[in-house]
């Protein structure tokens, strides 16, 4: 019976799809399944498979760009086109340091482990509008092929604890980055100074990040934050 739906799902499968189904059909027998049983879970780690591989083809070449809900969770909103580093037009050598600088960080786990540091890491970008900041993010983002987590405090019900929630799930190798800093206004929004602290610097916060603010006149940043 395995063989026979495996055969038949090979209709609207790939071939190693069908093989899959069979041979986890067969691991779920192993674990007391019915063969009918087996064989639908089987089918339905299979097509999830196969919907994750299709999804991260379409991906290929692209930087994918998250936004927190108000509750903190991430809802894909773009797929960016890669963009290349001889597109960006910045200080000779600078954005140089800042790819060599990231490549170390993401494999300086062990450099952080054994100080008891956090492993994570900041950028501060800042300049008046339009000298490349968005621009370099996204060159970040495809030279490393990472996503962007793009943080928003514009809605009114985001508040300190969808925060953490949102930070601490951003995966690893992923760019946290908040737009504007300077004009975030801590008496006026619904996050509190304390709370972004914590989520960036806390206990729950993500891991194997890099947090990346931008700014036009970082003077308007909170000192706490620098």
Known sequence: ILTQIGMVVLIGL????????????????????SPVDAAIEAADVALMADVVRRANRERVGKVPVFINTPGGYWD???LLPSRQPQTI???VGLLEAIFRDAAWFF????????????????????????????SLIQALASRFQIPVHLLSFADEDFKDAG???AV???????LLVLEDFDK????RTSI?????????????????????????????????VL
């Open 107 to 134: 494999d300086a786990e062990s450099w952080y482990r054994e100080r008891g540091i956090p492993f994570r890491r900041g950028y501060l970008l800042h300049g008046e509008p339009g000298n490349g900041k968005s």
């Open 76 to 78: 894909l909103v773009r």
């Open 168 to 174: 601490g799930t951003v995966p690893p190798r992923s």
């Open 192 to 224: 509190t100074l304390s709370g972004f602290l914590n989520a960036m610097d806390g206990p729950l916060g993500s891991e194997q990040r890099i947090l990346i603010l931008t700014a036009n006149d970082i003077s308007y940043i909170p000192d706490a």
């Open 184 to 187: 975030v206004d801590f008496k």
């Open 163 to 165: 925060l953490a929630r």
């Open 14 to 33: 790939a071939a190693k799809n069908a093989i899959l189904i069979v041979e986890f059909a067969r691991q779920g027998e192993e674990h007391g399944l």
């Open 89 to 91: 037009f910045l200080q």
